[in-house]
């Protein structure tokens, strides 16, 4: 069955860094896009980064633009996210996700808590 599993969420002070895991299993992973979202307590869940299936091509939220970098490695069926210059409203559930044939996939979230 298809997982996703993140990981490498944690507590961060303002302007530092952190970078997120996840490792996906049951599916061809490099024959598909992959998506970080986030969602903060009381908010809707939202995208934040996109990654295509060989890796070519990113786009991001524009309130990340600059400071996340997603990107992959199919060899070993992970996607990144690479946080840098933290904010404290980039606090949030962190999810992967991977549409497989018109049918969302979700990770169960990893946390990232951005305060000094």
């Known amino acids: 069955q298809v997982q996703l599993v993140e990981s490498g969420g944690g507590l961060v002070q303002p302007g530092g860094s952190l970078r997120l895991s996840c490792a996906a299993s049951g599916f061809t992973f490099n024959n598909y896009a992959m998506r970080w979202y986030r969602q903060a307590p009381g908010q809707e869940r939202d995208l934040v980064a996109t990654?295509?299936?060989?890796?070519?091509?990113?786009n991001y939220a524009d309130s990340v633009k600059g400071r996340f970098t997603i990107s992959r490695d199919n060899a070993k069926n992970t996607v990144y996210l690479q946080m840098n210059m933290l904010k404290p409203e980039d606090t949030a559930v962190y999810y992967c996700?991977?549409?497989?044939?018109?049918?969302?996939?979700w990770g169960q979230g990893t946390q990232v808590t951005v305060s000094s």
């Open positions: 996700h991977a549409n497989l044939k018109w049918v969302d996939y």
């Open positions: 990654i295509t299936s060989a890796g070519g091509s990113t």
